[in-house]
């Protein structure tokens, strides 16, 4: 009996803290659309209005940022092209900037949509499927035009690896 209240409190810590992190989250992501309305004083200078970005938060000494999320948004960049911005912003030159996104940790993602306004967060490294995906809820990415992409991508690979 013992060991099935110790696995219950043990889950409703697990869920407690998932709760949390995801109310912390959007609470998050609520204060920034508030104060993103003007790019620039967002420090989102280079902003296009009008097209979805990516902003990315990074360090040059972040071997996950090279190794697996910068890889991730290469991707996303050859197969969306000039449909989609990625900002990338070195957060230890950029404190004050990393300080109002709120950015505690790197790699972390911020996803835009095309009024800059800040759509989802993700703190740690993340997948292009994943990044392509909430893209999607809301820019006007549809799966016709990523299916072309692949396959002209795959032309493209079979022709360099030739």
Known sequence: MEILTRLGVAILIIVLSFAAYWMW???????LRGRTSDSESAGLAGFRKGTPAILYFTTPDCAPCKTVQKPA?????????ERLQIIEIDASQSVDMA???GVLSVP??????????PRHVNNGVVSATKLRQQLREFADLDETAYQRTQVE????RSVAEK
């Open 153 to 156: 991508l795959a032309r493209l």
């Open 99 to 101: 300080d109002y996104w």
């Open 73 to 81: 948004l290469q991707t996303l960049r050859e197969e969306l092209g």
């Open 108 to 117: 972390t993602t911020f996803i835009m949509d095309a009024k800059g306004q």
């Open 25 to 31: 989250t959007r609470l998050r992501l609520y204060s």
